[in-house]
C-alpha cells in the first residue's frame, strides 16, 4: 500500500489520489456511533464562532477508573445540531486502523495515532488555518472537504502556541501565500510535512483520519502496535 506514498515522499506537501480503498472499512458513521458507547475515548467538539475553540464536555470520574468520562449524550447532541468534532487516539478503537498505523511504523521512523474529524453538514466547520508539529498523513473517508495548503512553515524558532493563537496573517495576509488547493474524497491522500501551514475547509457531511506521524530517534520509542 504504502509503495506509492514512498515514491512520493519528500518534504513538500503533495496529493495521491485514490490511495486507500474501501476507505468506509477504516471509518465510518456506524464507526462513530459506536466510539460514542466506549469510555476510553476523548472527544473535542470545535464551537462555530470563528475563534472555533474547544466546547467545554461535562465529564465524571468513577471509582476504579482511570480516566475522567466525558458525557456522550452531550457529545451526541453537539454532533447532531452539525458542530464539527475530533475523536482522539482512534487507532485503538479497531483491528484496521491499528493496523494501518503499524504499517506506518514499519515502513517509516515514526509513531503514530489517529485522530477523527467529522461533522454532518458544510457548516460543522473544522479548526481554522493552523500547522502542526507532526508530519500528518490526510485520508478522507467520507464525504469530500476542500483543502488549502500553503508554502509557508512556521519556524522552529517559534512559539507554536503563541503564534497562532495572534494569528498574524490575519493584520497581513501577504504573510502567507497558497501552495496550492484541492478537493479529497474518500481515499485520497494529503501529506502535510511538519510546521506546514493548511486549512480544511468541508463541503457536506464528512469524516476523514488524520494521522499525526511523529519522529522517533530508534525503534524503542515507538509505541507498540
Known amino acids: 500500500m504504502?509503495?506509492?506514498l514512498i515514491n512520493n515522499l519528500k518534504d513538500e506537501p503533495f496529493v495521491i489520489k485514490d490511495f486507500l480503498p474501501n476507505p468506509e472499512k477504516y471509518l465510518s458513521w456506524d464507526d462513530i456511533d459506536r466510539s460514542l458507547k466506549?469510555?476510553?475515548?476523548?472527544?473535542?467538539?470545535l464551537d462555530p464562532s470563528p475563534s472555533r475553540h474547544r466546547i467545554q464536555i461535562p465529564s465524571s470520574r468513577y471509582e476504579y477508573f482511570r480516566y475522567p468520562v466525558q458525557d456522550h449524550h452531550v457529545i451526541k447532541q453537539f454532533i447532531d445540531q452539525g458542530l464539527g468534532f475530533i475523536m482522539l487516539e482512534y487507532s485503538y478503537s479497531k483491528e484496521?486502523?491499528?493496523?494501518?498505523?503499524?504499517q506506518i511504523q514499519e515502513k517509516f521512523m515514526v509513531t503514530t495515532d489517529v485522530h477523527v474529524f467529522g461533522g454532518k453538514t458544510a457548516e460543522s466547520h473544522s479548526l481554522n488555518m493552523?500547522?502542526?508539529l507532526a508530519t500528518n498523513i490526510i485520508i478522507p473517508t467520507y464525504g469530500k472537504i476542500?483543502?488549502?495548503?500553503?508554502?509557508?512553515?512556521?519556524s522552529t524558532l517559534h512559539d507554536l502556541d503563541k503564534i497562532q493563537a495572534e494569528k498574524p496573517w490575519?493584520?497581513?495576509?501577504?504573510?502567507?501565500?497558497?501552495?496550492?488547493?484541492?478537493?479529497l474524497e474518500a481515499g485520497d491522500l494529503l501529506y502535510l510535512p511538519a510546521r506546514v501551514y493548511h486549512e480544511a475547509i468541508p463541503l457536506g457531511k464528512r469524516l476523514s483520519m488524520s494521522i499525526p506521524c511523529w519522529s522517533v530517534l530508534n525503534e524503542s520509542q515507538k509505541i507498540p502496535r
Request: charged share 30%.
Open 2 to 4: 504504502f509503495e506509492s
Open 146 to 154: 476542500k483543502w488549502k495548503v500553503y508554502n509557508n512553515r512556521l
Open 96 to 102: 484496521i486502523v491499528n493496523d494501518l498505523c503499524k
Open 170 to 183: 490575519l493584520e497581513d495576509p501577504s504573510l502567507l501565500d497558497i501552495k496550492f488547493e484541492v478537493v
Open 130 to 132: 493552523h500547522a502542526d
Open 38 to 45: 466506549n469510555n476510553y475515548i476523548q472527544w473535542e467538539i
